[in-house]
């Protein structure tokens, strides 16, 4: 991919990309970012200094900023450093976008595949988060869910979930299983109409067939009126691999796993070490 190409493009009044040549002018992009080990440190739970200042910086350039998470947004906790900068967001891998209140996609699983993991996470033992629409369930045996959500990455909004059987009369937008990727196969066999990815060792994110951060770029470029070669995406896990191959320019942050390193178009330093400013330097946003 040449990365040189189509730069400066700027919004105009119909929201469509138009280039520029103003002299000493910042290139402009609809920059996509995950949370967790993109903005958001794991080390610190919080985003760092140098990330706030880019985004800051790139947004008075005439850039647009969206979110590409895992996460639903009930438990999108960590964002209020930026979050006056937002103009959209990507949820639950794909499965959940909108801008502003407006909502631009919905793509629930099929309650079949659903009850199919449901049971198979009471069978076998194993905890489960189970993502409605408006709340979230968790079925936690094993204390995983309270191990790494609770204490690694800070959601104490998971300490008091609904009930399952309140949850299951939404529309299910995701589910989260703590198993063994050798594992993961077998049940997806079961799961026709569902697609997983995985940022974690320990548990993977099910969504809907044709719900992925990839797939929700495009629905929020059609939304806004640009095209994704007018985007950049940074990412560092598993499920951020389809947005990464999607935008204009991916980049994966250095803490990235490997895997994502060798499919993006860049990679920058890690989140802890002024990754997403070294990359927009380098691109000429900010």
Not at 26 to 37: E, Q, R, S, V
Not at 95 to 110: F, K, N, R, T
Not at 236 to 250: E, R, T
Not at 273 to 284: E, P, V
């Amino acid at each position: 991919m040449d990365n040189q190409q189509e730069l400066f493009p700027i919004v105009n009044a119909e929201g469509n990309f138009k280039r520029s040549f103003e002299k000493g002018a910042k290139d402009k992009y609809a920059l996509f970012f995950d949370i967790d080990g993109t903005l958001v440190s794991f080390k610190t739970h919080e985003i760092p200094p140098s990330t706030i200042q880019a985004l800051t910086q790139a947004k008075a350039n005439g850039s647009r900023v969206y979110i590409a998470t895992g996460r639903p947004p009930i438990i999108i906790n960590n964002l209020g450093a930026i979050e006056h900068l937002i103009d959209g967001y990507i949820t639950t891998n794909g499965a959940l976008c909108y801008v502003d209140d407006e909502l631009i996609c919905c793509q629930p699983i099929p309650k079949q595949d659903v009850m199919t993991c449901i049971d198979d996470a009471k069978e076998k033992g194993y905890s489960l988060i189970v993502v409605g629409l408006k709340d979230v369930a968790v079925l936690d045996p094993k204390g995983d869910v309270a191990r790494i959500f609770r204490q690694m990455l800070a959601v104490k909004e998971f300490d008091q979930p609904s009930p399952l059987d309140e949850v299951l009369q939404q529309d299910i937008l995701q589910l989260t299983p703590f198993f063994a990727s050798e594992y993961e196969r077998e049940l997806l066999a079961r799961m026709p109409h569902c697609i997983s990815a995985r940022w974690h060792p320990e548990f993977t994110d099910i969504t809907a067939n044709g719900a992925d951060k990839g797939k929700g770029i495009m629905a929020i470029a059609l939304h806004e009126g640009f095209e994704a070669k007018h985007t950049i995406a940074f990412g560092d896990g598993g499920n951020d691999a389809s947005m990464i191959l999607q935008a204009g320019i991916g980049i994966a942050m250095g803490n990235a796993i490997d895997a994502l390193k060798e499919q993006a178009d860049f990679i920058t330093s890690s989140v802890d070490d002024g990754g997403i400013l070294n990359a927009l330097h380098h691109f000429n946003v900010i």
